[in-house]
């Protein structure tokens, strides 16, 4: 976190997102300022909250995308939620404390999948340890003389030392060969094999109940409730040692791995690096006028707030406080304004950031600059096929400028215009690359405007079809 300084989180935002350097500024600011606030005294620490982000623009200009992938640089537990699938308390559907629950489910995910790859290599060598035992088991101890014997006068039981050189050269024999049989698996001789495997079966552990605020998720882990009385069921699974060693490892894994510390690290993570972002705000904007569909979005609004504020929710992994996580939102307000919200949600979000909408210059950007560029993309996936696709700079100009023209014309929904333009332009090559492996074909200015001419000049067609 401390190389990540905001001008190094802007340039590697640069790297997915074309513009939108305010809104970029912004968030790597927000951002900068969790690190600074983790290295202040204590008692500041907890005075110190986060500046929440309200982002207005159209949609396609990249809202969502900033949020998201600032979640991925910092490693924080981020979820993308929308503001329209809550209700006020007392209707039917999810309450809104379970973002927060939604969001601690991500966060242990996240803390499981860092601490399964930390036991990795040492669940690999039990699996394989596993895999032996039922390939090549070892011998069991010989019992001791049983009374039975005793009585009969000893007959037949070997005077004490006899065949101990036996026994010894059998087992130095025995355990060579099963080194070279873990040799041959660990090198895939063998993956190809069918064995039987025992796996311990999962308990469903998660049950729906009704609760004061619609119906919501409990997970009663019974095994953990009833201790040691339950005993494991085990299932038997005839699979391919390759199979094998994934499916042992996994539950080697599991085993080493300590889910109480888990939860721990991960209601942590939440509290202090938890990234929320609140998309279709200004669906919910508006103020109460006691009838219709309005009369829950000012009581959706109202009960936000207190988690914006800073409140602690409940969750079955434990209490988790809201106070330091931070909230982006962002919303298009074609209809409504920043100021339809409730005063109090508003000073709840003190940084605000108009993104604009995308040009003809920006889609081209959008299109050849990007690590995962929408023309790259299109170029990879047919080339396997064997179909080799160039794309001249005219070709990108044309597809920016029609892009821009239907965006005019008709809903502009920013950069994925791009994405139903390039599936329209490249639809016949695509059907039919199977049949041209070997090819060689030139998107030109041409080339687009041939495929794409009828339809934009047909602007109810293109409603429907763009």
Known sequence: MEELTPRIIVEELDKFIIGQQEAKRSVAIALRNRYRRERLPEDLRDEVIPKNILMIGPTGVGKTEIARRLARL????????????????????????????????????????ERRLAVEERAKELATERILNIMKPRFK??????PLSVLLGGMGIPSPGQNTHQAEDRGEEFEQERGSLKDRLESGELDEVTIEIEIEE???????????????????NFQDILGGLLPKRKKKRTVTVADAKKILAFEEAQRLIDMEEVKREA????????????????????????????????????????IVEGSTVNTKYGPVKTDHILFIAAGAFHVSKPSDLIPELQGRF????????????????????????????????????????????????EIARLSEQVNEQTENIGARRLHTIMEKLLENLSFSASEHGGDKISIDGEYVRHELQDIVKDKDLSRYIL
């Not at 999962?202 to 009663?220: D, L, R, T």
């Not at 942590?268 to 508006?286: P, T």
């Open 74 to 113: 910092t490693q924080a537990p981020f979820i993308k939620i929308e503001a329209t699938k809550y209700t006020e308390v007392g209707y039917v559907g999810r309450d809104v404390e379970s973002m927060i629950r939604d969001l601690v489910e991500a966060s242990v995910r996240m803390v499981e999948r």
């Open 141 to 146: 101890k010989e019992q001791g003389t049983s």
């Open 202 to 220: 999962g308990i469903p552990s998660v049950i729906e109940v009704f609760s004061g605020s619609g119906m919501e998720e409990m997970g009663v």
């Open 267 to 306: 209601i942590s993570k939440v509290e202090r690096h938890g990234i929320i972002f609140l998309d279709e705000l200004d669906k919910i904007a508006g103020r109460e006028k006691g009838y219709g569909p309005d009369v829950s979005r000012e009581g959706v609004q109202r009960d936000i707030l207190p």
């Open 350 to 397: 003190p940084i605000r950031v108009e993104l604009k909408s995308l040009t003809r210059e920006d889609f081209v950007k959008i299109l050849t600059e990007p690590r995962n560029a929408l023309v790259r993309q299109y170029r990879e996936l047919l080339l396997t096929e064997g179909v080799e696709v160039d794309f001249t700079n005219e070709g990108i100009d």
